[in-house]
């Protein structure tokens, strides 16, 4: 059972360039999200989705877009990419909405140069 | 949107001691609360969860926590600590989307 897979795990930009983070779960759970962990500020939230074609803002969703065309994937695009995107970024799943317990995969460490 | 406050950002204890972390949260209306903990270099787990009921939740690896309602707390405790405990330790508010403290790092001096 694969769970929340996130791909890439590493990848270094230059600033402007853009790209997509991929995230994929195989547990049918409606409800997805991206966050971005920084030393001292936990993780905040980005973009969530309660469903397929259902997309909402969280705490820092400047300079970030999504989509949820399938209820298994839910990608993350950095559009402009800038030296203060550099985290780490972790998806995240969860059946019967936000209320339950979130399923976290590897998380991909970006650093924007 | 609700908010989560960790007082602690780092804990040093030795090996046996006593832990409680503290968490207190921000949202006027029914939240689900949570414990995760992140191990150096992995993702995070959960450890416990509170939804209704008793206010005293255990959780895995002899964990509990305390949900007051008056003072918009859930308090995450452990009798005594091992050296494998060394992590950070995340609190999470959910209610339409799901928050999380800046987090608590404990380590643990064997």
């Known amino acids: 059972n694969a769970g929340v897979t996130q791909t890439p795990k590493f990848q270094v930009l230059k600033t402007g360039q853009s790209m997509t983070l991929q995230c994929a779960q195989d547990m049918n759970h409606e409800y997805m999200s991206w966050y971005r962990q920084d030393p001292g500020m936990g993780l905040r939230l980005i973009h969530y989705?309660?469903?397929?074609?259902?997309?909402d803002q969280g705490e820092v969703p400047n300079g970030y877009n999504v989509s949820r065309s399938t209820t298994e994937d839910f990608p993350l695009r950095l559009l402009s990419a800038a030296p203060s995107q550099t985290s780490v970024y972790f998806c995240?799943?969860?059946?019967?909405?936000?209320?339950?317990?979130?399923?976290f995969g590897q998380g991909t460490r970006l650093t924007v140069v | 949107a609700q908010s989560v406050s960790q007082h602690n950002h780092h804990v040093i204890l030795s090996e046996a001691a006593s832990l409680e972390l503290g968490c207190n949260y921000s949202y006027g209306g029914t939240v689900n609360l949570f414990w995760y903990v992140q191990y150096p270099g992995q993702h995070l787990q959960l450890l416990l969860k509170y939804f209704s009921g008793d206010p005293l939740v255990k959780g895995i690896k002899g964990f509990e926590a305390e949900f007051i309602k008056s003072k918009f707390s859930f308090n995450l405790r452990k009798p005594s600590v091992q050296w494998s405990d060394t992590a950070e330790y995340f609190c999470?508010?959910?209610?339409?989307?799901?928050?999380f403290g800046a987090g608590t790092r404990l380590t643990v001096k064997p």
């Open positions: 989705s309660v469903g397929a074609g259902i997309t």
């Open positions: 999470a508010v959910s209610n339409n989307d799901m928050r």
């Open positions: 995240a799943s969860g059946v019967g909405g936000a209320t339950t317990e979130a399923f």
